[in-house]
Antibody
Framework: QVQLQESGPGLVEPSGTLSLTCAVSGGSISSSNWWAWVRQPPGRGLEWIGE???????NYNPSLKSRVTISVAKSKNQFSLRLNSVTAADTAVYYC????????????WGHGTMVTVSS | QTVVTQEPSLSVSPGGTVTLTCALS?????????IGWYQQTPGQAPRALIYRTNSRSSGVPNRFSGSILGSKAALTITGAQADDEADYYC?????????FGGGTKLTVL
């Protein structure tokens, strides 16, 4: 059973960089899936941030594209998110998820990690 | 910018039927948008219900069904149960990206 676990700082200063890692266990990150980041501000809906294939190909949300980098570390079986120039509007629960390429399904999710942007 | 719109809230009686819809700002939805539906309960990660418009994910009860109704995607719950009370999100694949709808809060009462 594939499991995903997010990790990273829970507090980031305004104008700083948010960095999170998602560790994948029980399966290979080099399988035929996309690996995605989704966030949810408190009391609000889901927002797709972007995703990466093990080849390194990425797709990003156009509204965040200028500030986002998603990368993959195959040797560590993990992928990462970097979001630059953060503001309070970036405060959210951040989820990592597996997207099965054959069905476009977000079928496995991490538990989510709360990141607060504040000084 | 692509916007996906859902009803903010709906209610259904136990045992009743309810249809949630998902609309695309730029036109009609079709099966080519790889539409998915997700259920989220408080404090939990979303759970996949429907993929590619009308296919049920593994373990999902058959009271959940997906379809296209006119220009919108739809999720129908037939014979609603108390534990179907949750937030429901659709997601569409468009221009090499994914857009979630704003979500529908479903109350079972």
């Amino acid at each position: 059973q594939v499991q995903l676990q997010e990790s990273g700082p829970g507090l980031v200063e305004p104008s700083g960089t948010l960095s999170l890692t998602c560790a994948v266990s029980g399966g290979s990150i080099s399988s035929s899936n996309w690996w995605a980041w989704v966030r949810q501000p408190p009391g609000r809906g889901l927002e797709w941030i972007g995703e990466i294939y093990h080849s390194g190909r990425t797709n990003y949300n156009p509204s965040l594209k200028s500030r986002v980098t998603i990368s993959v570390a195959k040797s560590k079986n993990q992928f990462s998110l970097r979001l630059n120039s953060v503001t309070a509007a970036d405060t959210a629960v951040y989820y990592c998820a597996r997207v099965v390429a054959a069905t476009d399904t977000f079928d496995m999710w991490g538990h989510g990690t709360m990141v607060t942007v504040s000084s | 910018q692509t916007v996906v719109t859902q009803e903010p809230s709906l209610s259904v009686s136990p045992g009743g039927t309810v249809t949630l819809t998902c609309a695309l700002s730029s036109g009609s939805l079709s099966t080519s948008y790889y539409i998915g539906w997700y259920q989220q309960t408080p404090g939990q990660a979303p759970r996949a219900l429907i993929y590619r418009t009308n296919s049920r994910s593994s373990g999902v009860p058959n009271r959940f069904s997906g379809s296209i109704l006119g220009s919108k995607a739809a999720l129908t719950i037939t014979g609603a149960q108390a534990d179907d009370e949750a937030d429901y999100y659709c997601v569409v694949y468009v221009n090499n990206g994914r857009v979630f709808g704003g979500g529908t809060k479903l109350t079972v009462l």
